[in-house]
């Protein structure tokens, strides 16, 4: 079945350092890419998305490419913020369906 | 993107009782969902709500335990009946917007439930 895998946290970075933080899909029609934060003590928001293969999704000094042929939708940042500590979480939807991967929590230090 | 609350916005309980969770949106929206984030988890998805017919559970979930109500197009409740320990979690509400592979989900921020 349809599914999202990214990679394990916690990730630890300063202030200033570039982000990856790896995300890869199953599925089999033709999904829809999303990547969603939740910072403490809050819902989910929304941070980018992607529908076909080849986009970019941006926000936020945030950006993702959807790439089919490695079936990935890695998350990057060039220069993170202490602000930017929360759990990322990557999301497919296929057939009105939604997968939720596992999580990743960042950590920022001054 | 539609905004949506909930309300409680977070509880303590004691096991045995229940709690109903209201989801408001500020648009009308077919579906709705409700999902659970256990401590340090994902969400699970717990059913799915359209307006005017039964709620659709996950394997897993059933209706005695997770009632759920959906009145009208703009709004919907979960209960969490008979609660134990273990039904403490985050409980999210979200919509559906857009179509297609347009289709994106929004959340609401979010109730925290602690059982004792």
């Known amino acids: 079945g349809d599914s999202v895998t990214q990679m394990e946290g916690p990730v630890t970075l300063s202030e200033e350092a570039f982000l990856t933080i790896n995300c890869t899909y199953t599925a089999t029609g033709y999904p829809s890419l999303f990547w969603y934060v939740q910072y403490p003590g809050e819902g989910l928001q929304l941070l980018l998305k992607a529908t076909k293969a080849d986009d970019k999704g941006s926000n936020k000094g945030f950006e993702a490419t959807y790439r089919k042929e490695t079936t990935s939708f890695h998350l990057e940042k060039g220069s993170v913020q202490v602000s930017d500590s929360a759990v990322y979480f990557c999301?497919?939807?296929?057939?009105?369906?939604?997968?939720f991967g596992s999580g990743t929590k960042l950590n920022v230090k001054p | 993107s539609a905004v949506i609350s909930q309300k409680p916005s977070r509880d303590i309980c004691q096991r045995g009782t229940s709690l109903t969770i209201q989801c408001q949106v500020d648009s009308q929206v077919t579906m709705m969902f409700w999902y659970r984030q256990q401590p340090g988890q994902s969400l699970t998805l717990i059913a799915t709500a359209n307006q005017g017919s039964e709620a659709t559970y996950e394997s897993g979930f059933v209706i005695d335990k997770f009632p759920i109500s959906r009145p009208n197009l703009t709004f919907s409740t979960l209960t969490v009946s008979n609660m134990s320990p273990e039904d403490s979690s985050i409980y999210l509400c979200?919509?559906?917007?857009?179509?297609?592979?347009?289709?994106?989900?929004?959340f609401g921020p979010g109730t925290r439930l602690l059982v004792l």
């Open positions: 999301a497919l939807s296929s057939f009105n369906k939604f997968y």
């Open positions: 979200s919509v559906a917007s857009g179509g297609g592979v347009q289709e994106t989900q929004y």
